[in-house]
């Protein structure tokens, strides 16, 4: 005996549970017939043999082909075992059996857990089927076991179960076929339709394609006054030839005689065709056949759905036979669900309900082109783009679409290109300005409209980001706004979801995230590491773009985590406080250290002075200064305030705060805020938020009331003159809340 068989014959020896009758071997296999003895129920012992007629000693065959260690042993039951059980492998008359013991491969099994547990797996399996337990009702009804079929059918099994009539009438629809090594793969959108069969042969690198129309036969199973009937009996696929097939369908109830009928009248009509010639058809006449099967329970894998598909592939031999004598082979073939949203759902694993929400991507470039394509290979499909630029060659560097534009074309055409083929087909474009759809009440109506749902800009301007804060559409509506860009050559990923009714907004979240540098040296650095500015491109001789310089790698790895954000809060529902993320690559290059930042409402102030001013205090910013002046008690206290001004939206947003120095001057009455070290101080919180924080203003507190004193007045008026044209910001903290006061010289 070879040595490989040795040692499999030395591990069955070994196994309790089983004994070893007969060895038999060849050049290519070891067959191992072994007894083994099946735990029966108690009211079974007597006879020996279960209800299901599984015996109380089952003999069995375990074969080693040559490729042992790699590939497992087949395992087989005798002739006559019974068929009527549920996880039988497809079966042939006369051929011994094969239980399926194993939901994936047994080679994985094997080489997973070894050549014990396969065998205490066939164990098992005869317990359960001697007691009737092999299917679980509870779980589901086990589809009928298929393997190595020969055809495959792309069709949608929730369409087919709602057109196929009730009363067993056959459907005949057309399809398409392409047959490449003898498998058939087949494709049909169910539209009834009868068509001839066809079969034109194509040749490629690798030999030949064959490829025509072919026709689809779908019935229901019926009882006796044409009522879909429940089939409860499990039976193994046993289908080869005509006969069986006509033997199955008449077992569940199927029309058989019409469905020979329609078969031989698409047979004759397509032999007959004058522009073909029917013996030169190397595969055949083909045709698929799909019976309906209603099951007492729903189908494993197939949740809500309790209808069974058995399509099966019929090839008529013509080159060698007689036309008349209609002679076929027929086949089990798989069912594959066409490509659908639902199935993009279900593949992911997603609740199909968050699926439909509305999401509007603004900007459609190599962020949001990969966040979007991610979103829609999910299942979601309900988006909208809005992007006024089209593709040009460079940006096929790292955008998710592979579409070389040689003539012009609009990033939003290219995107709802992509997202046609994963089957979203109720997706909008809008090739225009998205500040104007921000600003326009009409046009922000159209594109965005009224819905519950998502916007995500992913643009990385700064023109957007004001737009934003301006629209005073956006204030009103019900859309939730999440922005995400990118930051130092990618080094740095962002993601900001604004808060409920913008109770915190875009820019309030941004100030944040630089005020957030000056702690967080990693963050600090990753934004401004080198060459963090767009850097011109030239992507022709007399032509040039600003862009930042990355790879599609960084993005990509980026957009993932960024979608997989946004669908963790579509699937929870959106936090009603604003959120602010950031993703600091790790020093080797590969790992992402992410940190989520919960932001509370921010106050805010509205000021009449110098013209008028919105004064955002946010909220860390407040709870710092109440902290404070609470410490403090009835002793004023105080402090200077970094913010971000900006004169577009005339808003000073208060991001930050250095503590007073030890000079200050702390008092009942007063509050003198000191200067040692002061000036130092405010130019490195300048400089560690980037430049983006600068000193605005001060604050003091109130502890018994009232709003600015004359003293604060003339402090702030000095302060003011000393900013140079900038607002300067003087707020109190008093028990009740904040008072603000702007003065500009």
């Given at each position: 005996m070879k040595p490989i068989f040795e040692d499999a014959i030395m591990q069955l020896q070994r196994h309790h549970g089983l004994q070893i009758c007969n060895v038999t071997e060849d050049d290519t296999t070891c067959i191992v017939d072994v007894n083994i003895k099946v735990p029966l129920p108690s009211r079974a012992k007597v006879n020996g043999k279960s209800v299901t007629g599984v015996l109380a000693v089952e003999p069995c065959v375990i074969c080693f082909t040559k490729d042992w260690p790699l590939k497992a042993p087949s395992i087989k039951l005798r002739k006559d075992f019974p068929l009527n059980l549920p996880h039988i492998n497809p079966h042939k008359p006369g051929h011994l059996v094969s239980p399926c013991l194993f939901e994936g491969s047994l080679d994985e099994m094997l080489h997973r857990f070894g050549l014990d547990r396969i065998v205490d797996q066939l164990i098992e399996w005869l317990r359960s089927a001697a007691a009737d337990q092999l299917i679980n009702m509870e779980q589901g009804w086990e589809p009928t076991r298929r393997d190595d079929c020969p055809g495959t059918i792309v069709f949608s099994a929730e369409k087919a179960i709602a057109e196929v009539p009730m009363d067993g009438t056959i459907l005949t629809v057309n399809g398409f076929y392409v047959s490449v090594d003898d498998h058939v793969h087949g494709y049909s959108e169910l539209l009834p339709k009868e068509a001839n069969f066809t079969q034109n042969i194509c040749e490629i690198n690798t030999g030949k394609?064959?490829?025509?129309?072919?026709?689809?036969?779908?019935?229901?199973?019926?009882?006796?006054?044409?009522?879909?009937?429940?089939?409860?009996?499990?039976?193994?696929?046993?289908?080869?030839?005509?006969?069986?097939?006509?033997?199955?369908?008449?077992?569940?109830?199927?029309?058989?005689?019409?469905?020979?009928?329609?078969?031989?009248?698409?047979?004759?009509?397509?032999?007959?065709?004058?522009?073909?010639?029917?013996?030169?058809?190397?595969?055949?006449?083909?045709?698929?056949?799909?019976?309906?099967?209603?099951?007492?329970?729903?189908?494993?894998?197939?949740?809500?759905?309790?209808?069974?598909?058995?399509?099966?592939?019929?090839?008529?031999?013509?080159?060698?036979?007689?036309?008349?004598?209609?002679?076929?082979?027929?086949?089990?073939?798989?069912?594959?669900?066409?490509?659908?949203?639902?199935?993009?759902?279900?593949?992911?694993?997603?609740?199909?309900?968050?699926?439909?929400?509305?999401?509007?991507?603004?900007?459609?470039?190599?962020?949001?082109?990969?966040?979007?394509?991610?979103?829609?290979?999910?299942?979601?499909?309900?988006?909208?783009?809005?992007?006024?630029?089209?593709?040009?060659?460079?940006?096929?560097?790292?955008?998710?679409?592979?579409?070389?534009?040689?003539?012009?074309?609009?990033?939003?055409?290219?995107?709802?290109?992509?997202?046609?083929?994963?089957?979203?087909?109720?997706?909008?474009?809008?090739?225009?300005?998205?500040?104007?759809?921000?600003?326009?009440?009409?046009?922000?109506?159209?594109?965005?409209?009224?819905?519950?749902?998502?916007?995500?800009?992913?643009?990385?301007?700064?023109?957007?980001?004001?737009?934003?804060?301006?629209?005073?559409?956006?204030?009103?509506?019900?859309?939730?706004?999440?922005?995400?860009?990118?930051?130092?050559?990618?080094?740095?990923?962002?993601?900001?979801?604004?808060?409920?009714?913008?109770?915190?907004?875009?820019?309030?979240?941004?100030?944040?995230?630089?005020?957030?540098?000056?702690?967080?040296?990693?963050?600090?650095?990753?934004?401004?590491?080198?060459?963090?500015?767009?850097?011109?491109?030239?992507?022709?001789?007399?032509?040039?773009?600003?862009?930042?310089?990355?790879?599609?790698?960084?993005?990509?790895?980026?957009?993932?985590?960024?979608?997989?954000?946004?669908?963790?809060?579509?699937?929870?529902?959106?936090?009603?406080?604003?959120?602010?993320?950031?993703?600091?690559e790790e020093p080797n290059k590969i790992g992402i250290r992410w940190f989520d930042i919960v932001v509370e409402p921010s106050i805010v102030l509205e000021v009449n002075d110098d013209g008028g001013w919105h004064i955002r205090v946010l909220n860390h910013v407040a709870q710092a200064i109440d902290k404070d002046a609470r410490h403090w008690g009835n002793i004023e206290t105080g402090g200077a305030i970094l913010g971000h001004v900006d004169f577009q939206t005339k808003t000073i947003i208060l991001a930050g705060l250095v503590f007073a120095p030890l000079d200050s001057v702390r008092e009942p009455l007063r509050f003198v805020l000191g200067t040692e070290g002061l000036i130092s101080a405010l130019r490195q919180a300048n400089e560690d938020s980037i430049g983006y924080l600068m000193f605005v203003g001060t604050w003091h507190s109130h502890p018994m009331g009232g709003s600015h004193s004359g003293i604060d007045k003339a402090t702030l008026l000095k302060i003011a003159q000393d900013a140079g044209g900038l607002p300067a910001v003087s707020l109190i903290w008093t028990p009740s809340g904040f008072n603000c006061a702007v003065e500009r010289w």
């Open positions: 394609v064959v490829s025509g129309n072919i026709q689809m036969f779908l019935a229901r199973a019926v009882d006796a006054a044409r009522f879909p009937q429940i089939v409860s009996t499990y039976q193994p696929e046993s289908v080869h030839d005509l006969d069986s097939l006509k033997t199955r369908a008449q077992e569940l109830g199927i029309d058989i005689d019409t469905l020979l009928e329609k078969l031989d009248t698409y047979y004759r009509c397509s032999v007959m065709q004058v522009d073909q010639d029917c013996r030169s058809w190397s595969q055949g006449l083909l045709a698929f056949v799909v019976l309906l099967v209603q099951r007492p329970a729903q189908i494993v894998g197939s949740p809500g759905r309790d209808v069974e598909l058995l399509p099966y592939l019929i090839r008529y031999e013509l080159s060698s036979n007689p036309l008349a004598e209609r002679k076929a082979e027929v086949t089990p073939a798989f069912h594959t669900h066409i490509l659908s949203p639902a199935l993009l759902t279900k593949a992911s694993g997603i609740d199909p309900v968050n699926t439909s929400i509305p999401i509007v991507l603004l900007g459609c470039g190599s962020l949001g082109s990969k966040v979007a394509l991610h979103m829609g290979r999910a299942g979601f499909g309900k988006l909208t783009f809005v992007d006024n630029e089209s593709l040009s060659p460079h940006n096929l560097a790292r955008h998710a679409v592979i579409k070389n534009p040689s003539v012009y074309l609009p990033k939003v055409e290219s995107m709802q290109d992509a997202f046609r083929q994963l089957s979203h087909n109720n997706t909008r474009g809008f090739d225009e300005d998205i500040t104007q759809v921000l600003l326009q009440r009409d046009h922000f109506n159209e594109v965005i409209g009224c819905e519950s749902g998502v916007i995500l800009d992913t643009t990385a301007s700064l023109k957007v980001l004001v737009a934003e804060t301006m629209s005073e559409q956006l204030d009103s509506s019900s859309m939730r706004l999440i922005r995400s860009s990118m930051y130092g050559q990618g080094r740095c990923t962002v993601i900001m979801l604004e808060g409920s009714d913008r109770s915190c907004r875009v820019d309030d979240l941004v100030s944040y995230l630089f005020d957030q540098c000056r702690e967080n040296v990693t963050l600090r650095q990753a934004i401004n590491g080198e060459r963090s500015d767009p850097t011109r491109l030239f992507v022709g001789d007399n032509c040039r773009s600003l862009t930042t310089l990355m790879p599609d790698s960084k993005v990509s790895k980026a957009a993932a985590l960024v979608t997989e954000q946004i669908q963790n809060w579509l699937a929870d529902g959106l936090p009603t406080e604003g959120h602010l993320i950031f993703g600091v």
